[in-house]
């Protein structure tokens, strides 16, 4: 079945430093998605994307935040000087269309803010 | 705003069945999901309601009513592999996008 990617599976980074979490999505999928569990919280919507803009973002998607589909494959997030509160589990997930369609998420990305 | 309950742990035997309540008020709906998700991986898609009523998957069930902003999962032959969080999610049926509010998930432990 095909499954949606993430690299790095961990991230460890210094507070104040550019962190980009890469995703690659289902093929013929045609909206992605940004979502973060902090440890022992809720999943959360940060962000989604479609053909090429943003389409919806939560509160928590400010100005450090930017998503990217640089080619026909990847899907990034940025955050340009991660604070300790970014620390948290970063899932990418597409879906075929927005009716009645399933997210399939990606095994994940611990980002880790020391 | 978006306000999703759902019991924080529960705990049954192996070869049971355990019912998991999820109600939501929510600014909009589109639609109900419900994930498994275990510890330190992502959600997987398990049901998704939609019209009031039951669906039926397998050892899965899922039961929505709309009028009373309720839905529950139903897993029947408990195995331990089952020992995991449910996720109920509800779609807020924006124009675009897909966006998920999730509860906190029930987190079920299966006892042998």
């Known amino acids: 079945e095909p499954e949606v990617t993430q690299t790095p599976s961990h991230q460890v980074t210094q507070m104040g430093q550019e962190v980009i979490l890469r995703c690659v999505p289902i093929s013929n999928h045609l909206y992605f998605y940004w979502y973060r569990q902090i440890l022992g919280q809720k999943v959360e919507f940060l962000v989604s994307?479609?053909?090429?803009?943003?389409?919806?973002k939560s509160e928590i998607f400010d100005d450090q935040f930017s998503v990217e589909r640089p080619d026909g494959s990847n899907f990034t997030l940025k955050i340009r000087s991660t604070k300790l509160e970014d620390s948290a589990m970063y899932f990418c997930?597409?879906?075929?269309?927005?009716?009645?369609?399933?997210?399939?998420f990606g095994s994940g990305t611990q980002l880790s803010v020391l | 705003g978006q306000n999703i309950d759902q019991p924080t742990e529960m705990t049954a035997t192996e070869g049971a069945i355990v019912q998991i309540n999820c109600t939501y008020q929510t600014s909009g709906f589109n639609g109900l999901f419900w994930y498994q998700q275990h510890a330190g991986e992502a959600p997987t898609f398990l049901s998704y309601?939609?019209?009031?009523g039951l669906e039926e998957k397998g050892r899965f069930s899922s039961f929505l009513s709309r009028s009373k902003g309720y839905s529950y999962l139903l897993l029947k032959e408990l195995q331990m592999k089952d020992s995991a969080s449910y996720l109920c999610?509800?779609?807020?049926?924006?124009?675009?996008?897909?966006?998920?509010?999730f509860g906190g998930g029930t987190r079920v432990l299966v006892k042998p």
């Open positions: 997930a597409s879906s075929v269309d927005t009716q009645h369609e399933k997210l399939f």
């Open positions: 309601n939609v019209l009031d």
């Open positions: 994307f479609y053909n090429n803009e943003i389409s919806e």
């Open positions: 999610a509800v779609r807020d049926g924006g124009a675009a996008g897909n966006k998920l509010t």
